[in-house]
């Protein structure tokens, strides 16, 4: 990053970008009550720091060695955020100023009439958004692959449901976009665009759906390390929307876990991406455990482990849903959990303001 001097003119900042973007480097200026740091995206490395410092209106030029910077608390300190939690506003509803956000619905939207149900229950569970899939990814082609693999008019129809139903119990609503050609339809009714695991890696689809401008909602891949997801979180943020919802939702497991839970559920990976960035984490206790016996008790730790909130499955008959009906929850489950998870946020909220 290039920190100019305080009082530096426009044409100081002007030669300084000229500069940088000689060497293939795209660079964005971000101002504070004091400060203008001009931020670099690409191969900084190219630049020579002797070619920068010693242009005039240039205060320093700080090397960051982390490969996702731009989310990083170490990086907010130099543009006056030191040490903030980004505070995500969807609707009436706010991610990241410390009390946990519930979101929760079914894995597959199958008809208006069970999305509408369910987001009744939801809502009175006590969850703050509607989630529904309408593009699925499986595993097996021979699978559900959600009303959106049918047809386009389908998939609006269906993404019509999920906006009538948040609207009705005043509910924001995500859902997974699968691939790029879904983004521009699915940006047109949903509050939050979700990357799920399988795609976490998709760096194409990642800066198409950043250039929305809407929150986005990205999964960590089974596979990958904490390092590997803030890195492709900088994908994200590259394209000047920092506006990400980290969620933690299971690694592969070893040897013959997979016969006891689906995923891993790492919840060691919450306090320690916590601690290196500024964005919201939530966790998703449904696709980590793959049993709908163990929800209430990962959803209770997680919160306890200091996530932003929770992503639970939830169906009002979970026998009868086309997809992970047994990682759901019915609605009166979701509302114990909600319940359970609250009180113990009020246990251990002075002792996480201490940090």
Known sequence: MIIMERGATREQIQQVLNEVTRYGVRAEISNTDSTIV????????????????????????IQIETPYKLVSREYSRYVGNSLENLKIKVGDVVLGNGKPVYIAGPCAIESETQIMK???GVKQAG???????????RSSVHSFQGLGSIDWKKAEEALKWLRRAGEQFGLPVVTEVRGE???DLIAEY????????????????????????????LKRHFGASVEEFLSFAEYIAAENNKNIILCERGIVPVGKGKNFTRYMLDLGSVPAIKKETYLPIIVDPS??????????NMSCAAIAAGANGLMIESHYNPEEALVDGS????????????RACNRIYKMITPKNNLN
Do not use: C
């Open 38 to 61: 001009i931020e670099l995206v690409g191969d900084e490395k190219m630049i020579p720091v002797s070619a920068v410092t010693s242009l005039p209106g240039v205060k320093a030029a």
């Open 118 to 120: 369910i987001a009744e």
């Open 127 to 137: 969850a703050h958004i509607l989630r529904g899939g309408v593009f699925k990814p």
């Open 181 to 183: 050609q879904q983004v």
């Open 190 to 217: 949903v509050d939050i665009l979700q990357i799920g695991s399988r795609n976490m890696y998709d760096q194409d689809l990642l800066v198409a759906v950043a250039r929305k401008k809407k929150p986005v909602l």
């Open 287 to 296: 696709h980590a455990m793959g049993r709908r016996d163990l929800i209430f």
């Open 327 to 338: 990682q759901a929850v019915t609605p009166e489950e979701l509302g114990a959990i909600i």
